[in-house]
């Protein structure tokens, strides 16, 4: 069974750090990439950032470039998004995903994860 377990998520002041975590099982980590993808209310899902995890590259949404970062530790199939400089816009239901894509699109992703809930405040 595939599960992606998204964890890390909380309450910070604008300005603060978070780092969310995303632990992988069922399926070949290195097949796939993993993404971030985010949804604010009443809003439409947005990447945030994505990591192949056969090659290592990134990419990010310009929103968060130089903010956020990703890195894959393989050896425990989790992947993590370290959240600098964090903005009260970045406050939304972070989910983390797996799939063959290239980019941050939604529908790139084809194994989702439950949402943990980041809150910034002003």
């Known amino acids: 069974e595939v599960q992606l377990q998204a964890s890390g998520g909380g309450l910070v002041q604008a300005g603060g750090s978070l780092r969310l975590s995303c632990a992988a099982s069922?399926?070949?980590?290195?097949?796939?990439?993993i993404g971030w993808i985010r949804q604010a209310p009443g809003k439409e899902r947005e990447g945030v950032s994505r990591?192949?995890?056969?090659?290592?590259?990134?990419l990010y949404a310009d929103s968060v470039k130089g903010r956020f970062t990703i890195a894959s530790d393989n050896a425990k199939n989790t992947v993590y998004l370290q959240m600098n400089s964090l903005e009260p816009e970045d406050t939304a239901v972070y989910y983390c995903?797996?799939?063959?894509?290239?980019?941050?699109?939604?529908?790139?992703?084809?194994?989702w994860g439950q949402g943990t809930q980041v809150t910034v405040s002003s």
């Open positions: 995903a797996a799939g063959y894509g290239l980019g941050l699109e939604a529908y790139e992703y084809d194994y």
């Open positions: 069922g399926f070949t980590f290195d097949d796939y990439a």
């Open positions: 990591i192949s995890i056969r090659d290592g590259s990134t």
